[in-house]
């Protein structure tokens, strides 16, 4: 894995594209603030051609080019990618399908159209100085050969980078990574990983385009985007700082909160369980568990929640344990005996199995206040 890795996150272009989900104007600009301050510095942040709010939106990000590199994306189209330089953006993709499956029916064009058009938008937006990322959309289905022989006339036209799109998350990792490969080792262009997660491997299929020699890869917050999404930002800055010793600059500790303003943008919560950011990462409830977590945090987290900003929980429920019990009437100043423990620990647990959930630390202190005759 190469060691100038750049994350680039796509929540204003790919992740919008979620199904129901729209962000206005200011909605936009307050998840490009969190992403800036997160230190994300690579950002996907829309589409000029869809006029409008989300024009006037690109407008007003075209002063910020200073604080990121902000990328819009362009179909293959001359008049997308003028307006998109006229407006003087200085780095711009160019979204183009690879697979004949893809060329035959989003398109409707030839193999022959592909190389020519790429050939001739590259070098327009090369002209005018201008980074050019292009695509290769539908890389799964595109045969190796001619993925090869794409690459090396996108590289030849001048482009300074190309998108392998798993458009459709059909890739295995093995199956991603032999392609990246391909393309890494007959070509100087570099490689972006674009990965979406209908099968649940998006971002397996990241790391293993990153293993392969893939420089940059999309990302987006809380894993939004088309049908199943795609790479969390979340897993990947985290997974990669932690498991493999690569720092991408992000500020870790701002992802808990940036995760919560894109859910309230999207109007879906994220599930307690999702990976760094969920609720119930630092949430403890076994009572074994607990009994270790009191005598030393590291027992049963894999990093403290500051370093995401989350917030270590001790829940009391079903699974509690008497040293949880022992804690919070220890915090609340009762004095209470070992009887006192194991009715409290079996009050806990019938009264979450009557709710269906937890219980309060202060409905347990009550209880405790009436000899535990309350439910």
């Not at 690109?58 to 990618?81: F, H, P, S, T, Y």
């Not at 009191?294 to 001790?314: A, C, H, I, M, W």
Request: charged letters at 25%; proline letters at 3%.
């Amino acid at each position: 894995m190469r060691s100038d890795i750049i994350l680039e996150d796509t929540t204003l272009r790919d992740g919008e594209q979620a199904p129901g989900v729209a962000f206005d104007k200011e909605t936009k600009s307050a998840i490009l603030d969190a992403l800036i301050e997160a230190g994300v510095r690579w950002v996907e942040i829309g589409i000029p051609a869809m006029g409008g709010e989300e024009l006037d939106f690109i407008k007003e990000a075209a002063a910020r080019q200073d604080e990121a590199r902000l990328m819009v994306w362009n179909r293959g189209v001359k008049a997308d990618i003028e307006t998109s330089l006229d407006l003087g953006f200085k780095a711009i993709h160019i979204g183009l399908p690879a697979s004949k499956i893809h060329l035959d029916n989003s398109v409707g064009k030839t193999r022959e159209w592909l190389l020519k058009s790429a050939t001739e938008l590259i070098s327009y937006a090369k002209d005018r100085g201008a980074f050019v990322s292009v695509s290769a959309e539908d890389v799964a289905r595109t045969e190796l050969d001619f993925l090869v022989e794409y690459a090396g006339t996108v590289a030849a036209a001048g482009a300074d980078r190309l998108r392998l799109s798993d458009t459709i998350g059909i890739l295995s990792p093995e199956e991603y990574e032999a392609r990246v490969s391909a393309v890494v080792n007959s070509s100087s262009i570099d490689v972006q990983a674009h990965a979406h997660n209908d099968f649940g491997l998006g971002f397996a299929n990241t790391l293993a385009a990153l293993r392969a020699g893939a420089r940059y890869f999309h990302v987006t917050v809380n894993g939004v985007g088309e049908r199943a999404g795609m790479t969390d930002l979340s897993q990947a800055a985290v997974t990669l700082q932690q498991l493999y010793g690569l720092d991408l600059g992000i500020k870790t500790e701002k992802l808990t909160a940036l995760s919560r303003l894109v859910a309230k943008a999207c109007k879906h919560q994220t599930v307690p369980w999702q990976p760094i950011v969920g609720e119930n990462v630092f949430a403890h409830e076994s009572g074994i568990h607990v009994n270790a977590m009191l005598k030393d945090t590291s027992t049963f987290e894999p990093f403290p929640p500051e370093q995401v900003g989350g917030e270590r929980k001790y829940i009391l429920g079903k699974h509690s344990g008497r040293a949880l019990i022992e804690s919070v009437l220890t915090e609340h100043n009762r004095t209470f005996t070992d009887a006192d423990l194991v009715a409290g620990l079996a009050w806990v647990r019938q009264t979450s199995i009557d709710r269906g959930g937890a219980v309060e630390p202060k409905e347990l202190v009550a209880a405790f206040d009436s000899s535990w005759t309350s439910r």
